[in-house]
């Protein structure tokens, strides 16, 4: 049996291995760092064009992610080895890969992932794009492309990986904890460092001095610019960094409200930059002089070489594969999407025949399948317009005109042709353009294609400076078993793809295209995403069923773990019974946000102690695997264990005060503020709306505890439980089961399906708190453009008409928007009312439009009835009925006669019956009297078209016999005041001339 690993034998070996590579070895800093990046052989060392490749140990200190020793995993003090590659060598995973099998980490026995995980760092004014890598389900390396460092853009870019020493060791040692990690040989990790992580502890949340720590924080930024003044770059950098630190402490003793955590990152964030902008200018002074070192390559990534072939004569299938490293979850299929918009389009504009075309996709890889796509473009004849017959010809020869077109267009002077064109006789040249080899276009327009994807994050890696979701890595292009050669990201492509990362990524030589999806098959590869779904949905039922359990039905996980995996092997774990104490929608939360596993629940919906997680990769040590899951998931139940037991030493109430340090929006104030306006907003609606005094008691209490939640440190570390929480923490502070029911329901609905509040107090505080947010945001000019909504407002907007409508509640939201505008702290007037109104109301016609409502019944109520979107709904249910019925034109047809003469007047005119002459003037008068006294603004559609529908032969009969445009002034306006009051006869219902046949 071979002899375990210490941590310190990790991190020797570590060195040794990147030291093989050609990595310089760094030393911690003498400074206390959240983490190695914040030392400067990075922080600054990624700054300029110099190369630089380094590795070092770094220990990292978290203040808030202390828990006194309690979590297995978890806590203030831990252990980095970071490593920086720059410029990329080409292969980053794969040596990162190669060092884990250093420290005995076998790729083959575990599930190591790659996992979408963006970074950003405030203090410092840098970000990247990257992953998080998983073993087993355990988070034990950052790993990251720097795009940005003190604010400027990285160029070349570096790798940044950042192994988590202590997490990566619990998999290669198997132990339950950090705590028992074997340090080396004699001592374990607790035995050194438990105790003092315990004090820590202590200090950072319950001792630290908040006004000293404050005062120290300004002292040392005035030493960070005193320092800056001198050009002393590092010594700038030291007060920087212990800035940071200090700001670590004041935020972990619950210090730092959302205002003052702002002004802290900008006051360290212009600092951060100084200290950059010097370094840069140091280097640059002293000539950067390691651009004239001997370029140190980490590793190189050779390209595959691929014997020529001729180009096909017969329609052959193409295969384009974009490999690339693990693309994000939400990227595949919107590039899965854009090809198979783009492809097409571009396969026409070459004017290449084919058949079907297939688009598919794993984390690895974008294919491109079409089949029978045509050897050479078809060829395209195009007449060209020269001059006229009568100047290109004389007496049937050409002219010199002639023969100067001829020479222009490049065509022989005998074959012009004369033809009828435009209304006249014309010279014309017919030049055919012969369509070139498919191989030939191909290569030259695929680039232009693979270019054409966007992603909402892109991210630069190499000297080409393309812009990609993801580094791309290879390139298979191929017709038939024809490569097409071209180059894209300074990737060359090729017939070389590779196959699953647990296997080291194999080459694997794809001879011809259609034998792509036997050759992945064959490796184990699912590229196709639906058959890769089903594949997954089976094997998890399965598994849940072994138990008596099912898995509920959560269509964005499956897409999200579907897109995670290349080969998926479900597994089932378990984990301890005692768990299930903690609130169940907590652990599902914890279960799928953390960790995408999919929970298991017996037929009454009750959790049962199991989970699924979808390995990528074979079945093959499942049982390794599964551990490893398995204790991942207790340490993070620890973790939601231990802010259920800190959440739960106070009441609900207690949080309130706290909400005062959370930022809602600078002009209107915190949070606290905020729920002061639900407070006496709530009951104004409530009265509104008709509800009993008990219904108002519960709707008082709950609306003064709804947003408590948000300060307590479940919510805080897991937004989606706002109001989930507050229900629970209300009930176990003894609150009235309605009251802890309506802290939660006020949040519904939270997305398209969700449910509806189902309690009067829930739904009040919920219309309370949207109102609020939509006009409070409006007011100070904060209005969603585009794609931009940072306060979600248009879902604040939408769930206020879900409700409504879906509960059948008639509300004026005249009257409610102007309430919601007296109570904000900036003027929010008839203007801004308005375009809240709208925007509502263009939620609302959404909702009505999917639906399936047709758009002409939807605005002709809308334009009348937005304002009440329960009574607009049932309106348009109403109007829908009768546009299908038979008599419908005539009715329609009647009342647009009146509509059309009068709508260009602007003045209405007195109306004097006494006046009329005709007796099919007066006829009409009478039919008018007698709808008006069956019709209100307030009426429904049902009972107005009842009322309009005796007056169609009477208004036929009108305009039959009356000449309403009579030349006598007083006659004519009297005609029009009469028709004026008949068209008014739909105001406030709904407006007829929106629909189709007006």
């Known amino acids: 049996m071979s002899k375990q690993l210490t941590f310190q034998e990790a991190i020797m070996r570590l060195e040794r291995f990147w030291a093989e590579h050609g990595c310089l070895i760094w030393q911690p800093y003498s400074e206390k760092v959240g983490a190695g990046t914040?030392?400067?052989?990075?922080?600054?060392?990624?700054?300029?064009?110099?190369?630089?490749?380094?590795?070092?140990?770094?220990?990292?200190?978290?203040?808030?992610?202390?828990?006194?020793?309690?979590?297995?995993?978890?806590?203030?003090?831990?252990?980095?080895?970071?490593?920086?590659?720059?410029?990329?060598?080409?292969?980053?995973?794969?040596?990162?890969?190669?060092?884990?099998?250093?420290?005995?980490?076998?790729?083959?026995?575990?599930?190591?992932?790659?996992?979408?995980?963006?970074?950003?760092?405030?203090?410092?004014?840098?970000?990247?794009?990257?992953?998080?890598?998983?073993?087993?389900?355990?988070?034990?390396?950052?790993?990251?492309?720097?795009?940005q460092a003190g604010g400027f853009a990285l160029d070349p870019v570096s790798v940044e990986i950042t192994y988590g020493l202590e997490r990566l060791m619990i998999p290669l040692q198997g132990v339950r904890s950090v705590w028992e990690i074997n340090w080396d040989g004699t001592h374990t990790y607790g035995e050194i460092l438990l105790r003092s992580e315990v004090e820590h502890c202590i200090y950072d949340f319950e001792q630290a001095d908040v006004e000293r720590l404050v005062e120290m924080y300004n002292l040392y930024e005035a030493e960070a610019r005193s320092a800056l003044e001198r050009g002393l770059v590092i010594p700038a950098h030291d007060y920087v960094l212990r800035c940071s630190h200090t700001f670590n402490v004041l935020d972990a003793r619950g210090a730092v409200g959302v205002t003052e955590r702002a002004r802290y990152f900008a006051r360290?964030?212009?600092?951060?930059?100084?200290?950059?902008?010097?370094?840069?200018?140091?280097?640059?002074?002293?000539?950067?002089?390691?651009?004239?070192?001997?370029?140190?390559?980490?590793?190189?990534?050779?390209?595959?070489?691929?014997?020529?072939?001729?180009?096909?004569?017969?329609?052959?299938?193409?295969?384009?594969?974009?490999?690339?490293?693990?693309?994000?979850?939400?990227?595949?299929?919107?590039?899965?999407?854009?090809?198979?918009?783009?492809?097409?389009?571009?396969?026409?504009?070459?004017?290449?025949?084919?058949?079907?075309?297939?688009?598919?996709?794993?984390?690895?890889?974008?294919?491109?399948?079409?089949?029978?796509?045509?050897?050479?473009?078809?060829?395209?004849?195009?007449?060209?317009?020269?001059?006229?017959?009568?100047?290109?010809?004389?007496?049937?020869?050409?002219?010199?005109?002639?023969?100067?077109?001829?020479?222009?267009?490049?065509?022989?002077?005998?074959?012009l042709e004369v033809r009828e064109m435009d209304g006249g006789q014309y010279v014309v040249a017919l030049k055919v353009e012969t369509g070139q080899p498919a191989t030939v276009v191909l290569a030259e327009n695929l680039p232009r294609l693979i270019a054409g994807l966007r992603f909402p994050l892109s991210m630069r890696w190499n000297e080409s400076g393309v812009s990609f979701s993801r580094p791309i890595r290879w390139i298979v292009a191929l017709l038939g078993e024809t490569v097409i050669d071209f180059e894209y990201a300074g990737v060359r492509s090729g017939r070389i793809t590779r196959g699953l990362r647990p296997l080291r990524s194999p080459e694997l030589t794809i001879a011809r295209a259609e034998d792509y999806l036997t050759t992945m098959e064959t490796h184990g590869i699912v590229v196709d995403v639906a058959q890769r779904r089903e594949n997954i949905r089976e094997q998890i039922a399965r598994l849940a069923a072994e138990v008596g359990g099912t898995i509920p039905d959560d269509p964005a996980l499956l897409d999200e773990v579907t897109n995670l995996v290349e080969q998926p092997t479900a597994l089932r774990g378990e984990f301890d019974p005692k768990y299930l104490a903690l609130p169940r929608d907590v652990l599902i939360t914890v279960m799928k946000k953390h960790q995408r596993y999919f929970p298991v629940v017996d037929e009454l919906g009750n959790l049962l102690p199991y989970f699924i997680a979808v390995r990528n990769g074979g079945s093959e040590h499942l049982d390794v695997v599964r551990h490893g899951n398995e204790e991942v998931l207790t340490a993070r139940f620890a973790d939601a264990d231990f802010f259920f037991r800190a959440d739960t030493r106070q009441p609900l109430e207690s949080f309130?005060?706290?909400?005062?340090?959370?930022?809602?929006?600078?002009?209107?104030?915190?949070?606290?503020?905020?729920?002061?306006?639900?407070?006496?907003?709530?009951?104004?609606?409530?009265?509104?709306?008709?509800?009993?005094?008990?219904?108002?008691?519960v709707t008082r209490r709950a609306v003064h505890l709804c947003k408590a939640d948000l300060a307590t440190q479940m919510v805080v570390e897991l937004t989606s439980l706002q109001g989930i929480m507050g229900r629970e923490y209300a009930r176990i502070g003894g609150e009235n089961e309605a009251v802890a029911q309506a802290i939660f329901e006020h949040y519904l609905p939270r997305f398209a399906g969700d449910a509806l509040p189902a309690s009067k107090a829930g739904l009040v505080i919920g219309l309370a708190d949207r109102l609020d947010s939509l006009v409070g945001l409006f007011a100070v000019g904060l209005v969603p453009t585009g794609s931009a909504d940072p306060y979600a407002l248009r879902r604040a907007a939408l769930g206020l008409v879900q409700t409504l409508v879906g509960r059948g509640i008639a509300l004026d939201l005249r009257r409610a928007v102007s309430m919601a505008a007296a109570q904000l702290p900036v003027p929010a007037g008839d203007e801004v009312q308005a375009e809240v109104l709208a925007f509502i109301a263009q939620r609302l016609r959404g909702l009505l439009l999917e639906q399936g409502y047709r758009y002409d019944v939807v605005d002709a109520v809308l334009t009348e009835r937005a304002h009440d979107p329960h009574l607009a709904a049932q309106t348009v249910a109403d109007l829908a009925r009768w546009v299908e019925r038979d008599d419908w034109m005539d009715l329609l047809n009647a009342y647009a006669r009146c509509v059309r003469i009068v709508r260009t007047f602007e003045e209405e005119f007195p109306l004097d019956p006494t006046r009329f002459v005709e007796p099919a003037t007066t006829a009409l008068h009478q039919a008018y009297l007698e709808a008006r006294a069956q019709v209100t603004p307030q009426s429904t559609v049902d009972e107005l078209f009842t009322a309009l529908q005796p007056m169609i032969p009477v208004i036929n009969r009108f305009f039959d016999d009356v000449l309403v445009m009579a030349e006598d002034r007083a006659l004519r306006e009297n005609r029009l005041a009469l028709l004026q009051r008949i068209a008014a006869l739909t105001h406030g219902i709904v407006d007829l001339s929106k629909v189709e046949g007006f």
């Open 656 to 697: 309130l005060p706290r909400l005062d340090t959370l930022t809602f929006q600078e002009k209107l104030g915190s949070v606290l503020d905020k729920a002061h306006r639900l407070e006496k907003l709530a009951p104004e609606l409530g009265e509104l709306l008709g509800l009993t005094a008990e219904e108002m008691s």
């Open 38 to 147: 914040m030392n400067p052989a990075t922080v600054l060392r990624v700054l300029g064009p110099e190369p630089w490749n380094v590795g070092y140990v770094e220990p990292s200190y978290r203040p808030d992610d202390g828990r006194y020793g309690e979590n297995p995993n978890r806590m203030q003090l831990h252990y980095q080895y970071q490593v920086i590659l720059k410029p990329d060598p080409g292969n980053p995973q794969e040596l990162y890969l190669e060092s884990l099998e250093a420290l005995g980490l076998d790729r083959r026995e575990h599930d190591i992932r790659f996992v979408e995980d963006n970074w950003e760092s405030p203090a410092l004014g840098a970000w990247g794009l990257g992953w998080e890598v998983w073993c087993d389900g355990q988070e034990i390396t950052q790993f990251t492309y720097f795009q």
């Open 268 to 415: 360290m964030r212009d600092l951060s930059r100084e200290v950059a902008k010097a370094y840069v200018q140091q280097r640059e002074e002293m000539g950067f002089p390691w651009l004239d070192k001997e370029d140190r390559k980490v590793g190189s990534l050779h390209p595959s070489l691929h014997p020529s072939t001729l180009p096909p004569l017969q329609p052959s299938n193409f295969l384009l594969e974009i490999g690339t490293e693990e693309l994000p979850a939400g990227d595949l299929p919107s590039a899965i999407a854009q090809l198979e918009e783009l492809t097409p389009n571009l396969l026409h504009e070459l004017r290449l025949e084919h058949g079907p075309i297939r688009v598919m996709g794993t984390p690895r890889r974008l294919v491109v399948f079409v089949e029978d796509v045509a050897p050479r473009q078809s060829d395209v004849e195009q007449v060209v317009k020269g001059p006229p017959a009568k100047i290109g010809f004389a007496e049937g020869k050409p002219t010199r005109a002639a023969e100067g077109f001829a020479r222009a267009q490049g065509v022989p002077l005998e074959s």
